[in-house]
């Protein structure tokens, strides 16, 4: 027993002595006052909040974070955060809007509905720190009443001597559809709901009925196909279970309520969609039966930049289709559906979110085609007018430097004494060529063979807007020939192909379409 003492004590001699805890002094700040704690060495700004008896809210926040180990001599910050909401009511002020009437003589007004201020609801969201302001912030506006905009109808009458006109002439204006008859003061509104896009508006051959799209409301939907019958005042719609339609929807020649059309399919990325690059075909009654006929020209990829979209152009008899692209134009075998190419093109670098398409045209005979050239390379500025024959031969130039929206157009066939059959060529000329993109245009007019080059309007001033002009069906009464339908300043003129004469047939400033059959 007396070994085991000994051992013992040896053991107990072999233990470390117990070292106190270090302490350190910190002063706590919070609430406006300050004071000072002991805590151990090691210990975290937390820790030292703890020791002072400070609760810390769930915004609050300390100065150093609350993790910081701390030093003899540190100081810690409670900053007391508040977060408040207000709810305050604005007035949203009413819109002044002018409506132009060409019905009611110059200076004449009328109001068509009285302004009316809305309400606006608005949560703002205010953070204090210590009592002070720090941020504020918008977090929900909800309109609780919207505001009704005021508007003001003001005729625009000027003394326009009426025109006779052959045929029937449907423009776009305002979003809704007008047409004239006999002379250019006989106009009737034949689509009035204001939401006419203007992507498609074109007359039947026979000018009896319109096609066009309408906006809709779908988020996914960008417009929907539609026609309305104008030759009498039934106001007849028929709707053609057709959406989408961006580039190209008309009437088949020489068929009976028979439409070709493309689609594309809505995209959240610019420009908006994502094109098919298909020809379908649809025939419809005035009863409303829409019947889908197989597609000529299946969906496809459509070539470079086949994004964007392919557009095409039916032959003035119904048997001839053409296409073009951002790298090629041609003509589509309507029993195949295969693509046989007249001319190559270098696709125009844009640099943007869209492609530059060239405009084409047949010549009346079917025979030949007009369009546009792009010269290389990708980013080249030189656009060419050519005509590509379809029997046989190369494409051949017949304006250099036309701009790349010169949208040639083939008047009809007209008689010469001698017999023979001969047809004019309208087309756009860019003022400044290199740079045609944003170039104004002026309209010229040609010979089939690129002879007798002239120019019809505006002949001074500021130049149109590129824009498919419109022949007339026939030759006007008391003309030597055709006239012309174009766009200027937003309002319809008419122009005579042969002698360069205008007239100025609306001046409210809202035309955006027209059609002339």
Not at 32 to 40: K, L, R, S
Not at 210 to 228: D, G, K, M, P, Q
Not at 263 to 276: D, K, M, Y
């Amino acid at each position: 027993m007396a070994g085991l003492g000994v051992v013992s004590a040896l053991l107990a001699g072999c233990v470390a002595p117990e070292v106190s805890q270090g302490k350190i002094a910190v002063n706590v700040t919070a609430d406006g006052e300050t004071i000072e704690v002991e805590v151990p060495a090691g210990s975290t700004a937390e820790d030292a909040l703890v020791a002072a008896g400070i609760v810390a809210g769930s915004l609050d926040r300390s100065v150093p974070p609350v993790y910081t180990v701390l030093a003899d001599g540190s100081n810690v910050r409670l900053i007391r955060v508040v977060e408040e909401f207000s709810i305050e009511q604005v007035v949203i002020p009413y819109e002044n809007q002018v409506v132009r009437n060409e019905s009611l003589p110059a200076g004449e007004e009328y109001w068509l509905q009285l302004g009316k201020n809305g309400a606006q609801e608005i949560t703002t969201r205010l953070v204090l720190e210590d009592g002070e302001e720090v941020s504020r912030s918008v977090v929900k506006s909800v309109v609780v009443e919207p505001a009704v905009p005021q508007i003001k109808m003001v005729g625009v009458q000027r003394p326009f001597a009426p025109i006779p006109i052959p045929g029937r002439i449907a423009y776009l204006l305002d979003g809704n559809a007008w047409v004239m008859e006999e002379t250019t003061a006989n106009r009737r509104q034949v689509v009035k709901t204001g939401d006419l896009d203007g992507r498609v508006f074109s007359l039947s051959p026979d000018g009896s009925w319109l096609l066009f799209t309408r906006r809709e409301e779908e988020e996914e939907v960008i417009n929907s196909l539609w026609s309305a019958k104008v030759s009498d005042d039934e106001g007849l719609e028929v709707e053609l279970n057709v959406e989408n339609v961006v580039h190209f929807a008309d009437w088949r020649p020489g068929s009976i309520l028979t439409i070709g059309f493309s689609t594309v399919e809505h995209r959240l990325a610019a420009p908006g969609w994502q094109a098919n690059n298909e020809f379908g075909l649809l025939t419809f009654s005035s009863s409303g039966f829409v019947r889908r006929l197989p597609d000529i020209l299946e969906a496809n990829s459509g070539g470079l930049y086949g994004w964007w979209g392919m557009t095409f152009d039916w032959a003035a008899d119904g048997l001839g289709l053409a296409y073009a692209r951002p790298d090629g134009v041609g003509v589509v075998d309507l029993q195949t559906g295969e693509l046989i190419p007249l001319l190559e093109i270098t696709p125009l670098q844009t640099f943007g979110d869209w492609a530059w398409v060239p405009g084409t045209a047949w010549g009346p005979d079917g025979k030949i085609l007009f369009t546009q050239n792009h010269l290389p390379p990708a980013e080249s500025q030189e656009f060419s007018l050519v005509v590509a024959p379809l029997d046989a031969g190369e494409s051949l130039e017949m304006v250099p430097l036309a701009g790349m929206f010169a949208y040639p157009a083939a008047s009809p066939l007209q008689e010469l004494p001698s017999g023979e059959g001969s047809y004019q060529v309208a087309y756009l000329q860019a003022l400044f060529p290199a740079q045609s993109e944003t170039s104004r245009y002026q309209l010229m007019v040609m010979d089939r063979d690129g002879s007798n080059r002239q120019l019809l309007f505006p002949k001074e001033g500021a130049g149109l807007e590129p824009q498919q002009v419109v022949w007339s069906p026939e030759p006007m009464d008391g003309q030597t020939g055709y006239a012309l339908a174009v766009l200027h300043q937003d309002n319809l003129w008419l122009v005579d192909a042969s002698g360069g004469a205008a007239w100025q047939i609306t001046g409210d400033a809202l035309t955006s379409r027209v059609d002339w059959k």
